[in-house]
């Protein structure tokens, strides 16, 4: 069912450092990136998102590149503090169609 | 503005019985979704309504169903337990049918013994 591939499954970083994970996907008809951001005892939370027209966004410390040829994206997270210790799942979604996610990534920041 | 609520958080069943999950959506969102997240599988997608029908299902057994209300609350029902079903099950909401990014609720923590 996983058509979204996420890499690496943990990471560790440390404060001030950038934190850069990776997705690729298959299909082609995907319309909507989005990145989500879980800590434990939560529910994901969306974080930022992108769409294929757009090779990259920025919303603040966070950046998506995305390549359309390669079937990739990423997600750049800059100047990486503590509280952004979590759990990254990106995502991608092709009109009405069900969401699909990537394995995710634990991300932890040493102070 | 209140954001997805699930009921109960937490739960504990016994295998062969049978648990109904509920979740409110924002107000407004007519798209709920609901996902098993496992720590070995991830986010699996179970099923999607829109407008009370179910527009997506994902490759769960028949023993998961959920149902939408008129007032886009949706509720799953997990029958015949199993221990493989202990799992955080997760619900999201979006307001427009595609490409707005879902917000999820916290979910509910089902432990099957």
């Known amino acids: 069912q996983q058509q979204v591939k996420q890499s690496p499954q943990s990471l560790i970083v440390q404060k001030g450092g950038i934190s850069i994970i990776n997705c690729a996907y298959e299909?082609?008809?995907?319309?909507?990136f989005p990145w989500y951001q879980q800590f434990p005892g939560k529910g994901p939370a969306l974080l930022i998102a992108?769409?294929?027209?757009?090779s990259e966004k920025k919303e603040g410390r966070f950046t998506i590149s995305f390549n359309k040829s390669a079937k990739q994206f990423s997600l750049h997270i800059m100047d990486s503090q503590p509280g952004d210790s979590a759990t990254y799942f990106c995502?991608?979604?092709?009109?009405?169609?069900?969401?699909?996610f990537g394995a995710g990534t634990r991300l932890t920041v040493k102070p | 503005k209140a954001g997805v609520t699930q009921t109960p958080r937490y739960l504990i069943k016994t295998r062969g019985q049978q648990v109904t999950l509920s979740c409110s959506p924002i107000?407004?969102?007519?798209?709920v979704s609901w996902y098993q997240q496992t720590p070995g599988q991830g986010l699996q997608f179970l099923f999607e309504?829109?407008?009370?029908?179910?527009?997506n299902k994902g490759n769960f057994p028949g023993r998961f169903s959920g149902r939408q209300f008129s007032n886009s609350r949706s509720e799953m029902n997990v029958s015949t337990l199993e221990l493989g079903d202990s799992a955080l099950y997760l619900c999201?909401?979006?307001?427009?049918?595609?490409?707005?990014?879902?917000?999820f609720g916290s979910g509910t923590r089902l432990t099957v013994v």
């Open positions: 999201a909401s979006k307001w427009q049918t595609s490409n707005y990014g879902y917000t």
């Open positions: 299909n082609t008809a995907f319309d909507y």
């Open positions: 992108i769409r294929p027209d757009v």
């Open positions: 995502a991608a979604e092709q009109g009405n169609n069900d969401m699909r």
């Open positions: 107000s407004g969102h007519r798209s």
């Open positions: 309504y829109f407008s009370e029908t179910q527009r």
